[in-house]
């Protein structure tokens, strides 16, 4: 029954929204020049948007730890606090922005990067 029971909470780990910003996080490690983000919206406008990808790509090299809070869903789309804490005590905090496409939720980067942004 246990492994039955981590099993299904294994799965349902990879398939909510923090899962696509977990997704888009190793996208930006990966591809520190943008060519592939994971699952994101499709951009209007990546210039907008590459500030707010380098910023959170160069908080993640440095080692900060990402701590997921609230999260809202009003189907299709979905709110997430995400914090990302550096080890000399910085905080930066975002408020994402996904939408659910067939199935599969996606962060909306530019409405993310346009969001509120809060460094303490």
């Excluded at 246990?2 to 990966?30: C, D, K, M, W």
């Excluded at 009003?74 to 994402?96: C, H, I, K, M, S």
């Amino acid at each position: 029954m246990s492994i039955l029971t981590l099993a299904v909470f294994g799965q349902a780990q990879n398939t909510g929204p923090e899962s696509a910003i977990r997704q888009y996080h190793q996208a930006l490690l990966a591809s520190p020049a943008g060519e592939d983000l994971g699952p994101v919206i499709p951009q209007q406008n990546p210039g907008a948007t590459q500030p707010f990808n380098q910023l959170i790509g160069q908080l993640l090299r440095a080692g900060a730890q990402v701590r997921f809070g609230r999260i809202t869903k009003q189907l299709p789309d979905a709110t997430v606090e995400v914090a990302y804490l550096r080890p000399n005590g910085e905080t930066w905090a975002f408020l994402y922005v996904l939408r659910r496409e067939q199935g599969v939720w996606r962060v909306d980067v530019e409405q993310t990067a346009r969001g509120s942004l809060n460094r303490s």
